[in-house]
């Protein structure tokens, strides 16, 4: 079930460009049995076998309790297969969105995050390994330059003070169009999402909208990859200024025009 060398060179150059795996590291995979996170899953067991460097794997799926039944066995079974620990933790995300006046996925995010966290430390994992990918992290820059007017996104390898904790993301440089399509082609089914708005986030929409306007602008999806990078700063205005800041020239602008009158 080896991954086409196309996708493992991009594994490979993720891998290798951030600095994500060192020896001897110990590395929990955050795995909620979706398409990406069972493909990092078999792309990081991979990596493990044909990489000089050794590593530990260790699997964790969070249970946010959204609902009575949820297919963890199936999750554990691949993991098995892979010759990978698979845990389980409960975690009441459902309570906290109820009581939150955050976003749902705001709020589901930062506990799961959270959690996840907290029981890599728990074990002793020094990296926690998610499954962002290309179109993860485009959306993300798009969806926040449109909503908070900030160009920023997530990065590929980030260290947590708070924790100790090093989180990786080592599908930076895949589609999800590639993973998608690898995971058809090997007949290997996702666990149906528990959200309750599952395809209805804010995310699903600027990925729609994405997808809307590349038939007018064929390289919008290359060129926001393009604009992640700080090399693609160029001229940008200044930071806006205080009203203090402004006082002294404003008020001598003022009086200027006041003597020309």
């Not at 708005?197 to 393009?226: C, M, V, W």
Request: proline share 3%; net charge neutral; charged share 25%.
């Amino acid at each position: 079930m080896s991954m086409p060398q196309l996708m493992f060179s991009k594994l490979i150059r993720a891998v290798v460009e951030f600095e994500m795996i060192a020896d001897g590291d110990s590395i929990l995979l955050g795995v909620s049995g979706g398409k990406d996170s069972l493909f990092l899953t078999l792309a990081m067991a991979e990596l493990r076998s044909r990489v000089k460097k050794k590593f530990m794997l260790t699997a964790l799926t969070i249970d946010p309790m959204f609902r009575a039944e949820f297919d963890v066995d199936r999750i554990k079974k691949f993991c098995a297969e892979l010759g990978i620990e698979h845990h389980v933790r409960r975690t009441d995300i459902n309570g906290a969105i109820e009581s939150s006046n955050r976003s749902p996925c705001f709020t589901c995010s930062y506990f799961r995050r959270a959690a996840v966290n907290r029981f890599a430390v728990e074990i002793g994992c020094n990296k926690v390994a998610y499954a962002h990918h290309l179109d993860d992290a485009v959306e993300t820059f798009f969806m926040s330059l449109l909503s908070s007017g900030r160009l920023t996104t997530f990065l590929p390898k980030t260290f947590l003070d708070r924790t100790g904790v090093t989180v990786i993301r080592p599908l930076s440089y895949i589609r999800e169009s590639e993973i998608e399509n690898f995971m058809v082609e090997r007949g290997i089914d996702a666990v149906k999402s528990p959200c309750p708005i599952d395809g209805a986030t804010n995310r699903q929409s600027i990925k729609e909208l994405i997808r809307r306007l590349e038939p007018e602008y064929p390289d919008l999806f290359s060129h926001l990859a393009s604009g992640m990078r700080t090399s693609a700063i160029g001229e940008l205005w200044a930071v806006a200024k205080t009203r203090a800041e402004m006082r002294e020239e404003y008020f001598a602008t003022i009086a200027h025009c006041a003597e020309k009158k």
